[in-house]
């Protein structure tokens, strides 16, 4: 009878023993991440807690991410999976709650790739091996910050062009102060008139003036770029395009060879026209943008 409570301890640490582990939040995060890869948004927003699924709506998540994706111009994204990691609750990680970091690489038509790391984190629903892990979503598990009400846009922002180095430090390619000259449509009277008056000025013909002007970008109140000259020519023109009715100009700046090399050797840039624009449109051109002229050297 001695016996029974060794046996009893026995019997009882068996049992133990053969309890059935609570399952690990990685599986559930890789699942989500694979489903994101294949963009099935409909399994995505299975994986997200119900709790999740009432604070967001399924208008905030199965229809918000097509159309993230769209403005991205989204072609593909990769997702690396991280390892969980679970919150201190007594002294000791919490079981109900867990981390999991997200290395995200979206691969964009416009803008080529861009890597982001974000946090996904998940809660454990039910109990031990009945119950499962569910993601606890929000917005920022797509971007960083994307917080509630904030919109993703892509937005266009004017850039200027680099300068050209030699191995040494030199200058090959670089800027000095400039302006462009141009019209405003609407301040026109006759366009013909116009557009032969400019010409000779601009060393441009009238037909390619015009051109200019009937850019489908063009509005009546905007300036429209036709030439542009180095500052010191712009002082010898200013009194012959000060009686042109509608010229305007604006500083800018001009490319500069500084060693004598020309822009056939380093290439140089023009503006794009409407076949240009069409070709290019999924990297964002638009007509009248400053690209590469083809075949002319290093920018080309």
Do not use: N
Not at 103 to 128: A, C, P, Y
Not at 172 to 190: N, Y
């Amino acid at each position: 009878m001695r016996l029974a409570p060794a046996l009893l301890f026995v019997l009882a640490s068996a049992l133990a023993g053969c309890e059935a582990a609570q399952p690990q939040p990685d599986a559930a995060a890789k699942a989500y991440a694979a489903a994101w890869q294949k963009a099935d948004y409909q399994a995505m927003w299975a994986l997200v807690s119900s709790e999740a699924q009432q604070r967001v709506g399924a208008e905030g998540f199965v229809d918000r991410l097509p159309r993230i994706a769209e403005e991205m111009t989204l072609r593909s994204l990769e997702v690396r999976v991280g390892p969980s990691s679970r919150p201190l609750l007594g002294g000791s990680p919490d079981p109900k709650r867990a981390t999991v970091p997200l290395d995200i690489t979206f691969h964009t038509q416009r803008v080529g790739d861009v890597r982001r790391t974000t946090t996904l984190s998940l809660v454990f629903i039910g109990e031990k091996d009945k119950g499962a892990w569910k993601i606890d979503w929000s917005p920022e598990a797509i971007l960083p910050s994307l917080s509630p009400g904030r919109l993703v846009r892509m937005i266009r922002l004017a850039t200027t062009r680099g300068r050209i180095l030699a191995r040494d430090g030199s200058e090959l390619a670089t800027f000095v102060e400039g302006a462009e000259i141009g019209a405003v449509p609407g301040q026109i009277r006759s366009e013909d008139g116009f557009a032969q008056s400019l010409a000779p000025v601009v060393g441009l013909t009238a037909d390619q003036i015009k051109a200019k002007l009937h850019q489908s970008w063009v509005q009546p109140d905007l300036f429209v770029p036709i030439r542009t000259v180095s500052g010191a020519a712009l002082d010898t023109l200013k009194a012959r395009i000060a009686v042109i009715e509608g010229v305007a100009s604006r500083a800018t700046r001009v490319r500069s060879y500084p060693t004598g090399l020309a822009s056939q050797t380093l290439g140089y840039l023009t503006d794009a026209s409407e076949a240009d624009a069409q070709k290019r449109s999924a990297r964002g051109v638009q007509a009248g943008d400053l690209i590469g002229k083809a075949d002319s050297g290093l920018e080309a």
